[in-house]
């Protein structure tokens, strides 16, 4: 069964610093990589995903996210955290055939201050 | 399109009275999930229907829940009898099969309180 690990529960950056946001992840094929962001009584919005080419995989709002096999990590980095990016950040791994089932992480709460 | 829509947004009851939660997925999406999240267990996901026919039920926590897709437009999902203990925020997601990277889609969640 695959399962996702998110180290850190809250991180604290200032406005303008750059973010890492950690993720491991166990699954015994090719996974297919997701990153969420929930806002407060929001539901979840896909920032990037990934499942195969290009380690380094783009997304929206200035993420981006890099596998690494060797490691089994996909962790989520902007180069200039803005005060909106303030949320909640889930990662998640979907097994593979059609329904692509997701495990989520427990995930990371995003503080940032002015 | 207007996304995942899911209703109601806020649901406040007693315990022991029956709850019912609604979602409409997205037009033309075939997989449709239904997750429970809660600050001691995160996100867990309950149940999917894949084509409007349940896929796999074993995250339902008992049989007080249950879930049901009539139409490809339309789920439901019902606790009865509510405890103080299914008070979690329910999303609904949906998904476009098939063998690209499509990934899921998710509703704005139901909060509910059982009292």
């Known amino acids: 069964a695959q399962s996702v690990t998110q180290p850190d529960i809250h991180i604290t950056v200032s406005e303008g610093a750059s973010l890492e946001l950690r993720c491991n992840y166990s699954?015994?094929?090719?996974?297919?990589l997701f990153w969420y962001v929930q806002s407060p009584g929001q539901g979840l919005q896909l920032l990037l995903k990934?499942?195969?080419?290009?380690?380094l995989v783009q997304g929206i709002k200035g993420f981006e996210a890099e596998f690494k096999r060797s490691q089994s990590s996909f962790n989520l980095r902007k180069p200039s955290v803005h005060w909106s990016d303030a949320a909640e950040y889930f990662c998640?791994?979907?097994?593979?055939?059609?329904?692509?089932?997701?495990?989520f992480g427990s995930g990371t709460q995003l503080t940032v201050l002015p | 399109d207007a996304g995942v829509i899911q209703s109601p947004r806020h649901e406040v009851t007693e315990m022991g009275q029956e709850v019912t939660l609604r979602c409409k997925p997205i037009?033309?999406?075939?997989?449709l999930f239904w997750y429970r999240q809660t600050m001691m267990r995160g996100l867990e996901l309950l149940i999917y229907?894949?084509?409007?026919?349940?896929?796999?039920d074993s995250g339902m926590p008992e049989d007080r829940f249950s879930a049901k897709m009539p139409n490809a437009s339309f789920s439901t999902l019902k606790i009865q009898p509510s405890e103080p203990r299914d008070s979690a925020v329910y999303f609904c997601?949906?998904?476009?099969?098939?063998?690209?990277?499509?990934?899921?889609?998710f509703g704005p969640g139901t909060r509910l309180t059982v009292l």
């Open positions: 229907f894949n084509n409007n026919v349940p896929i796999d």
């Open positions: 990934y499942f195969s080419g290009d380690t």
């Open positions: 699954y015994g094929a090719t996974p297919y």
């Open positions: 037009s033309g999406h075939d997989y």
């Open positions: 997601a949906s998904r476009l099969g098939g063998r690209g990277l499509n990934e899921q889609f």
């Open positions: 998640a791994v979907g097994a593979g055939g059609s329904a692509r089932q997701l495990t």
